[in-house]
């Protein structure tokens, strides 16, 4: 497993913050909430479409280790650690304000818009001063289809942009970062994409399998449910059924779902 974000040594100007990552596994198709969990820092992560998410993670000045573990559903474990520091220090700086950690599915426009606060070294708004935003993570977009966007803060040294989800699902997989010149530090912006409908099946390894006749086969049939953009779908019935040979499914009928 990996933490994506935020990255390895960085600096962060304040806490909590929201920690995201990627968790494998040697089983086909994806890993999701049942499949497997994710603590960070001991507390407990989203997990969904081998993505986790964890918001909330509290950090102490100075120099912060962030433990990721996770647990799949044989017991097995594993785990990434990072090393972030957080700067206390009174400095012209970049926030979020809200609109982070949204749900949405794939491809659609997230209600709430993702904005950002500019404040000087006294703590006071910076208005009038350009923020740019940018799609860093997943193929959504900003303000009706830019990847990139420049907008100038407001008298409370505010600025905000829409975001329409990307095709690919998971917790957090979808990041905004936001700068401004003269301003320390990142606003990174996390949104989780939900999948579509069921739209298509498509069979996992090889096609033709060999084994001695009356016994069951050295690997199992897999197969990947999934929607319009590829991404897996759970929950969905499959029925397995002998067309030809006379075998059974799960040695025991010739129809299983």
């Known amino acids: 497993m990996i933490i994506n974000s935020p990255s390895d040594g960085a600096t ?14 040697i089983v086909s198709g994806t890993v999701n909430g049942n499949n497997a969990t994710v603590t960070v820092n001991g507390m407990p992560a989203i997990v969904s479409n081998r993505g986790f998410i964890a918001d909330n993670i509290s950090l102490s ?4 280790t962030i433990v990721a573990v996770g647990t799949d559903a044989a017991g097995n474990r ?3 650690s990072i090393t972030v520091t957080f700067d206390i220090r009174s400095l012209a700086k970049i ?8 749900t949405g599915t794939i491809g659609s426009t997230l209600s709430l818009p993702l904005v950002v606060q500019l404040v000087d070294s006294s703590g006071n708004p910076a208005s009038n001063k350009p923020a740019t935003f940018n799609v860093t993570r997943n193929d959504g977009t900003l303000d009706g289809g830019k990847r990139s966007a420049t907008v100038n803060t407001d008298s409370q040294g505010k600025a905000q942009v829409i975001l329409t989800l990307g ?14 010149s003269g301003f320390s530090g990142k606003a990174i912006f996390f949104a989780t994409g939900t999948g579509g409908s069921a739209s298509m099946i ?7 399998f060999r084994g001695e006749a009356g016994n069951a086969l ?12 590829g991404n897996p779908v759970s929950g969905i019935p499959v029925t397995f059924t ?16």
């Open 12 to 25: 962060v100007f304040s806490s909590p913050i929201t920690v995201t990552g990627m968790i494998n596994d």
């Open 95 to 102: 926030k979020i304000f809200s609109g982070n950690n949204q």
């Open 167 to 180: 095709s690919h699902s998971g917790s957090g997989e979808n990041q905004v970062e936001a700068t401004a």
């Open 242 to 257: 002998i067309i030809a040979g006379g075998g059974k499914v799960d040695n025991s009928q010739a129809q299983q779902s």
């Open 78 to 80: 594993s785990q990434a």
């Open 202 to 208: 498509h069979q996992v390894g090889d096609s033709v």
């Open 218 to 229: 050295p690997s199992p049939l897999q197969v990947i449910v999934s929607d319009s953009q």
């Open 61 to 64: 000045q100075g120099i912060n």
